[in-house]
């Protein structure tokens, strides 16, 4: 099991930029799938972005397309969550997720709040 910790939530004016930081600690394997889900007030948690790791393939939700890019640093075990032209409707607690054989980790979440 590894241990998954988000950080750089916050509170930005409409078309402001965050980036978000999650690192994984534990028996890591620099070969499994990091990513982002995000869940609203009242809405069901909902994919954002993930990064493989052998290849660092990067697959997005339509609904960040071209504002938000993950990327990963495998020496600090950290994916990264870039996110620009930030608007309300990305207001929502992110978690960060690691993939591995034994399953899916989670983070305890960041609250990202975007006024207009």
């Known amino acids: 099991q590894l241990q998954v910790v988000e950080s750089g939530g916050g509170l930005v004016h409409s078309g402001g930029s965050l980036r978000l930081s999650c690192a994984a600690s534990?028996?890591?394997?620099?070969?499994?799938?990091m990513g982002w889900f995000r869940q609203a007030p009242g809405k069901e948690r909902e994919f954002v972005a993930s990064?493989?790791?052998?290849?660092?393939?990067?697959f997005y939700a339509d609904s960040v397309k071209g504002r938000f890019t993950i990327s990963r640093d495998n020496a600090k075990d950290t994916v990264y969550l870039q996110m620009n032209s930030l608007k309300p409707e990305d207001t929502a607690v992110y978690y960060c997720?690691?993939?591995?054989?034994?399953?899916?980790?989670w983070g305890q979440g960041t609250q990202v709040t975007v006024s207009s």
């Open positions: 534990g028996r890591t394997n620099r070969k499994y799938v």
């Open positions: 997720y690691a993939d591995q054989a034994a399953g899916r980790d």
């Open positions: 990064i493989s790791g052998s290849y660092g393939v990067t």
